[in-house]
């Protein structure tokens, strides 16, 4: 009996009705979630955009080789994880759960690849003299600020991530979580990649310097 | 997300080919010489078919009722285009700077 068959039983039938997006509430959740962080991603977005237009000496210090270069194997390797995450849940919807589980660790595996370039490149521009509040090259010092901090608040969703992925997966596993976990914490995963594609060109991108 | 209906896996590594290929061509664009609102326009309007793709097929909302995205989607899109009002003041900012 579904649950709204239930409530109906009980004379709750007009207390409880069937959701309008015919998904869990789990599931609904995870969509408002995104909706909120999605405003929250576009509005430093927004916010890192007025201080490079408003500033008359914003830099453009990125190298094709190693900073771009780096950037795009950074956006393949999340691009892949989106994929592996797919295959994930797809595997999890039609019962096969040592399949699922195997993507997912792949799935964990490219996130954590991403993290470690991540760090790596923040390391490398550490060394260069670069922080929240300082320019090295001698430009608007709000460079460094907005690109640590807008970095710094993906790779915090994509550490997120890989915790959730891994606490899912030993849940799916024990049968402590079942296959609907898997999907809303896949949705969470892709949303974190699709953030990512705005973060690459903004952030990136449009601060490579000339060849 | 009702799996009956979605395509086959082959289809998405297809999109994900796609999208990698995508990226491929930003960077491109990045060393062509255009001007930074071109360079800016081509990668912003590659950025959003990119989101686009992502969110249709990897978040699945092709497949889950179209009031999820008439909901989510247009009222994110109403509060990202509302923030559009900045532009006048980081000009009117960048012009006190050259002064």
Redesign the interface.
Known sequence: MSESAAAISHGLGATIEPS????QSKKLTM?LF??SD??TF??IL?AY???R?????WSRPFQ?SPS?ANA?VM??VL??S??TM??AV?AA??GQKPTSLKWMGATILLGVVFAALHLREWFHMFSEGWSLSKNPTGGSVMFGATFFSITGLHLLHVISGVLALIVVSIGFQTKWLDENHV?TTG?YW??V??VW??V???LY??N?S?? | MNANHTPAMKFFVLVWIGLLCMAGIEVFITYQGFSTHTQLAMLLVLALIEAGIGLLYFMHLKYDRPVLLWTFVLSIVFVLLMMNQIWPDAYRMVSIGHH
Request: net charge neutral.
């Open positions: 309008p997006y015919g998904m969509w995104i909706a999605a405003i576009g509005a927004f955009s007025y201080l237009v408003g500033s008359a000496n094709f771009i795009l956006t393949g691009l892949t989106g994929l797919l295959f797809s919807k039609q999907e949705l892709h949303f990649d699709l594609m705005f690459f060109p903004l991108l449009m490579a000339p060849r």
